[in-house]
């Protein structure tokens, strides 16, 4: 079946380290995106990618770094100068064409610091 | 720019009446409107959306939504409510035209608590 992979479930980071959350798409999705989810809270969009080698900022994105080299990944680096890192964290995907289409969102990662 | 509003963060509802949950938009230009619905620890599950057509939507698990375009508005709907229903809901919007404008953008979502 289709769908969007998103690892670890839960991840555990240390003040100082980075960290690196997985998504992983097989829809054949050109765009993927990177939210961030606090408690009781909407969604605030830290970055997207429309294509391959090619992203852009969102509303949050200081303190997190992507890349995507392949169609099917979009991986988020929790940076170390992100101060309050706890959240947790969704990966989307979408058609890059149609706008019929909706997004297809991953299970999520819960970031804890400790 | 394009933005969604959910005016009411929490509605409460007994089991078995009829519930809503609101949601207006701004767009230019004719709306792609979406309902999403978020579990706890869980990514967003899409309900139903409008593209064209008739102003009724009817989706997922019993849930219906209806377009206003007068009053801009796409509130969602189900007839009479079961406790499982409870969940934080989430209002999308998405405007014609490329670039950012193809993005969703989502309303602050709706807690809502179904009462036995």
């Known amino acids: 079946d289709g769908g969007i992979t998103q690892s670890p479930k839960y991840l555990f980071r240390k003040e100082g380290q980075n960290v690196t959350l997985s998504c992983e798409q097989n829809l054949n999705h050109d765009a993927m995106y990177w939210y961030r989810q606090d408690p009781g809270q909407g969604l605030r969009l830290i970055y997207y990618s429309q294509i391959v080698n090619d992203f852009q900022k969102g509303d949050i994105a200081e303190g997190y770094s992507v890349s995507r080299e392949k169609k099917e990944s979009f991986p988020l680096t929790v940076t170390s100068a992100q101060k309050n890192p706890t959240a947790f964290y969704l990966c989307?995907?979408?058609?890059?064409?149609?706008?019929?289409?909706?997004?297809?969102f991953g299970s999520g990662t819960r970031l804890t610091v400790v | 720019a394009q933005s969604v509003a959910q005016p009411e963060d929490q509605v409460n509802v007994a089991e078995g009446n009829p519930l809503t949950v609101k949601c207006t938009y701004s767009?230019?230009?004719?709306?792609?409107l979406f309902w999403y619905v978020q579990y706890p620890n869980r990514g967003l599950q899409f309900l139903l959306k409008?593209?064209?057509?008739?102003?009724l939507v009817k989706g997922s698990y019993g849930f219906e939504a209806e377009f206003n375009k007068s009053q801009t508005s796409f509130h969602l709907k189900k007839p009479s409510a079961l406790v499982s229903d409870s969940a934080l809901y989430f209002c999308a919007v998405r405007g014609p035209g490329s670039g950012s404008a193809r993005q969703l953008t989502f309303g602050s979502g709706t807690q809502l608590t179904v009462l036995p």
């Open positions: 989307a995907s979408s058609s890059r064409t149609g706008e019929a289409y909706g997004y297809t």
């Open positions: 409008y593209i064209t057509g008739d102003n």
């Open positions: 767009v230019s230009g004719n709306p792609y």
